[in-house]
Every structure is written in structure tokens, then in C-alpha cells.
């Protein structure tokens, strides 16, 4: 099976796109994902993204994470955006659905910002925090986050009994009012990613100042993104934008033999 793709990263979040509209890919066929996503002997990615025609929306985004699970995937939903721009299916501005339901973004410059969905609230478990943006996302703060144990961390509580189904954890250290470093152990990837986009989300929304229009940057080991949203009446978020570059790095096909 010979499949043609293209490689887009947000961030260093970094994705193998392939242009589904004709409904040729067995979005069943895990085994498959996984194999692209392998960095030995595939493309190499934190996940694979399908691009899929529907009735009501500019396009779907189909996500898998490198297991083969899926979720919501935010700095994916932007090179989603990104890589729709290039296919001609849209201009400036898009309507399009995920798994988590419709979104809206807009590309302007180098940057695609993306309308995440509301957020009703921010739960506390233990000393931690937890928000769900799409995704769930178990948060932390410490003190000096580039020498923190990620990974060894992360595993432990991605695993943790209070999460059945696995969670993404967030490691937060605050640089002042509006500016946070974030690194992030991803379930699905199994590993610490460069950079999250639902969970930077999840943190600025965490850590972040509550009242209307503000916006919080974000420091990742991949680069830098910001998020902008205001306060709710019922005291979650609402005008949740992930802003942020997403780039096409090359092209190819691959042989997956069966």
C-alpha cells in the first residue's frame, strides 16, 4: 500500500496529514497509524490527521494519536487548518468539525488561531488541578519545570487509579500574571511531546488570570503559543482561541507493505 502524505508540525507537536476526501483510508486499521507513526521504520509523528469531506462543515479532522487512540488534538486542529489552506478547501476562515464537535479558526500571518470549546470549570485534586479542554488534562505546578521529571512523573499519574482511562498531565511553572513554561506528558503518545495544544489551553485557563479578554503566553520546549478567553457568567470560559504557528515541513509517500 503506497500512501502519499504531507508533514506538518505546531510547535514541535508534529503530525503526518494525509488528504482523505475520496474515503480510501481504513480509519479502523490502528496497526496502520501506529506504523506511520513510528520514527524508526515510519514517518514519524505524535499522530496521524485525516482530512475527510462532510455535508455540513468546511471538512472533518480525523485524529489519532500515535497508539491509535483519538481525541482532541488542538496544535493538530491547527495544522489541520493549516493544511486545509494549502489543499484550496478553505481561505482565511473555516468551520470544521472534530471529535469534540464544530470549530471555528482563521489564519492570519504565520499564525492560526483556533476557537476551542467552552470549559465549564477548573477542578482541584489534591494539590493539582484538572481541566478538561477536549482532552483531559491533569495540572501541576512546580517551581523549575525545565529540570522536572516529566516523564517519570507523568507515567505515575497518567496511570493513577483516579484516571481509568489515562490523562494527559501538565507540569506549570508561572513566570508572572500572563506567562507560563509548559511541558506535558501526552497519554496515546505515551511520552513527553514538545508541546501541547489543548493542554497549554488547559493550563492558561488553570493558572491563568480570570475576567474578560485576557490572554496568557505560553512557553514550550517546541516554541511559543498563546491563549486568549474570557470569563463565563456561570464562572467556566468561554472565547477560548489557541494561537499559534503550524508548518508544512515536507511531502513524500511511503510503502507500508501488508
Not at 104 to 120: G, I, T, Y
Request: hydrophobic share 40%; aromatic share 8%; glycine share 10%.
Amino acid at each position: 500500500m503506497k500512501i502519499s502524505f504531507y508533514k506538518y508540525q505546531g510547535t514541535g507537536n508534529d503530525f503526518v496529514m494525509i488528504d482523505d476526501r475520496a474515503g480510501s483510508m481504513d480509519d479502523e486499521n490502528l496497526d496502520l497509524i501506529s506504523r506511520l507513526c513510528d520514527r524508526k521504520f515510519g514517518v514519524g509523528a505524535d499522530g496521524v490527521i485525516l482530512i475527510r469531506n462532510h455535508p455540513d462543515y468546511d471538512f472533518e479532522m480525523v485524529y489519532f494519536n500515535a497508539d491509535g487512540s483519538q481525541s482532541m488534538c488542538g496544535n493538530g486542529a491547527r495544522c489541520a487548518v493549516a493544511f486545509a489552506k494549502f489543499l484550496g478547501i478553505i481561505k482565511e476562515e473555516t468551520h470544521f468539525l472534530a471529535i469534540d464537535g464544530p470549530h471555528r479558526a482563521r489564519v492570519a500571518d504565520d499564525l492560526v488561531e483556533l476557537l476551542m470549546a467552552e470549559v465549564q470549570k477548573v477542578e482541584e485534586v489534591g494539590a493539582d488541578l484538572f481541566v478538561d479542554t477536549g482532552s483531559p488534562h491533569h495540572l501541576r505546578a512546580v517551581s523549575d519545570v525545565k529540570s522536572y521529571p516529566v516523564v517519570m512523573e507523568g507515567e505515575i499519574i497518567r496511570h493513577s487509579d483516579r484516571y481509568p482511562k489515562g490523562t494527559n498531565v501538565n507540569f506549570v511553572e508561572k513566570l508572572g500574571s500572563d506567562e507560563l513554561f509548559v511541558r506535558t506528558f501526552e497519554r496515546g503518545v505515551e511520552d513527553e511531546t514538545l508541546s501541547c495544544g489543548t493542554g497549554v489551553t488547559a493550563a492558561a485557563l488553570a493558572f491563568g488570570q480570570k475576567g474578560s479578554n485576557q490572554e496568557v503566553k505560553i512557553h514550550t520546549l517546541g516554541g511559543k503559543l498563546s491563549v486568549r478567553y474570557s470569563s463565563s457568567a456561570s464562572g467556566g470560559f468561554q472565547n477560548i482561541w489557541l494561537i499559534g504557528p503550524a508548518d508544512q515541513v515536507f511531502a513524500g509517500t511511503i510503502q507500508i507493505e501488508d
